[in-house]
Structures are given as C-alpha cells and as structure tokens.
C-alpha cells in the first residue's frame, strides 16, 4: 500500500540558508500535518492543512511556512535557518478530516544546520 | 506545559516482565491513539482508544481509556527486545481538530 512520501530524507544546510521539505500524502488522504522532532524528544507539531486550506498552527516560526497544493502535496519552506532547527521533520496525512482519525507518517527529513 | 503526560518517561526491563505506561491529561479526549516510533523511522499506529472505559488488546499489548477519557494506559505482557521503542500517546482535545502528542515513553526491554 501507498504510505506517505517525504523528501528528500537528508538535508544538510548553513545558517541563514533556506530549505524546503516535501510531502505526498496517501491518495485520498484530506489532511497533512507537519512535525518536528528534536533528539530525545516527542513530536512538536507545527502546522496542518485540510482539503488545501491551513487547519491549524502550532510552534511554528514565522521564519517557516506551509502550504498544500492542489494535488494534495505539502511544503514546508524554512528560511534563517538556525542551528536549533536541526530536527527530524515528520509529515503524515490522514484521512476524513483528521480529527480522531490515525495519523500515517512518513519516514521523515533529518535536517541538519550547520 | 504538555497537554498530554507519559509517565513513566524511562523504563528499562528485562525480557518477559510486564510493564504499564500511563497517558494522562486534564482535557478530554473524543480518542486517543497510541503509536510506537523506532530511532529514524515515523511514528506508527498501535491503536485508537474511543469508549471510555474501552480495553482493546493487541496480542500482548492492552490498552485502556479512562472513563472520563482524560487519560489511557498501555500494559506489555512478557515484554520481548522486539518492544524496544518509543511509545507515544496522542489526541486532539476537543477545542481544537489537531493532534498533539505526549512526551512518550523510551521503553528498553533487555534480552
């Protein structure tokens, strides 16, 4: 079965420097969800999208943003890269509006900022 | 301040012990799901808890939600090295639609 597609799944960058990460959700899956995860720590959630319309936003920095496409694709643009952005970011979708419904993740992007 | 907290954070065992992990909240929950996450990978679905007062069981895994359903626990029957992992609670509180996650529990079960 399809599961959710990040990319790329390494990502090695400078301070300042800008970055975007990718994510195709499974087919027919309505909400994608974007997280970050530091090292030896839970999930943080940053933002998410239904139906391509932004649904929530949680510790995300004004120097990141988001958007879903019309295929259902999501980017995450980072820019001001800072080394406290170093983290693993996860993106998963799920289907039927997302509330109670599980969450499918991809295998994630390990940001490194150097 | 978490919205959901695990406890306990750490727990390192040896092979074939039992062990519970708790979820609590002061906020309720329509659901609850819990997930086990290996280093490098993205969380996975273990089960969503709906029901308060539901137990679901998964081979040696049960899990149970609260009647209130402001909190859930997980129990491992004879824990296997198999186990080893990150276990995460998550939920979306009923003022919003977005699920948020527990600090999770950093279970080492040794041979």
């Known amino acids: 079965a399809a599961g959710v597609i990040q990319s790329p799944r390494h990502l090695i960058k400078e301070k300042r420097e800008t970055a975007t990460l990718k994510c195709y959700p499974i087919p027919r899956h309505d909400t994608v969800y974007w997280y970050q995860q530091g090292p030896g720590q839970d999930p943080q959630f940053l933002i998410s999208?239904?139906?391509?319309?932004?649904?929530d936003k949680g510790s995300i920095p004004d120097r990141f943003s988001a958007q879903q496409f019309s295929d259902y694709h999501s980017e995450l643009n980072m820019s001001s890269l800072e080394l406290g952005d170093s983290a693993l970011y996860f993106c998963?979708?799920?289907?039927?509006?997302?509330?109670?419904?599980?969450?499918?993740f991809g295998n994630g992007t390990r940001l490194t900022v150097t | 301040t978490q919205l959901l907290e695990q406890s306990p954070q750490f727990l390192s065992i040896q092979e074939g012990e039992n062990l519970t992990v708790y979820c609590n909240s002061s906020?309720?929950?329509?659901?609850l799901q819990w997930y086990r996450q290996e280093p490098g990978e993205g969380p996975v679905l273990l089960v969503t808890v709906v029901t308060g007062g539901e137990v679901k069981k998964l081979k040696r895994l049960t899990f149970q939600f609260g009647d209130a359903r402001k909190d859930s626990s997980l129990h491992i029957t004879a824990a296997q090295p198999g186990d080893t992992g990150l276990y995460l609670c998550?939920?979306?509180?009923?003022?919003?639609?977005?699920?948020?996650f527990g600090a999770g529990t950093r279970l080492t079960v040794k041979p």
């Open positions: 998963a979708s799920s289907p039927l509006g997302g509330r109670d419904s599980p969450l499918h």
């Open positions: 906020s309720v929950f329509s659901s």
């Open positions: 999208f239904y139906e391509k319309m932004q649904s």
């Open positions: 998550a939920g979306a509180p009923k003022n919003n639609n977005d699920m948020r």
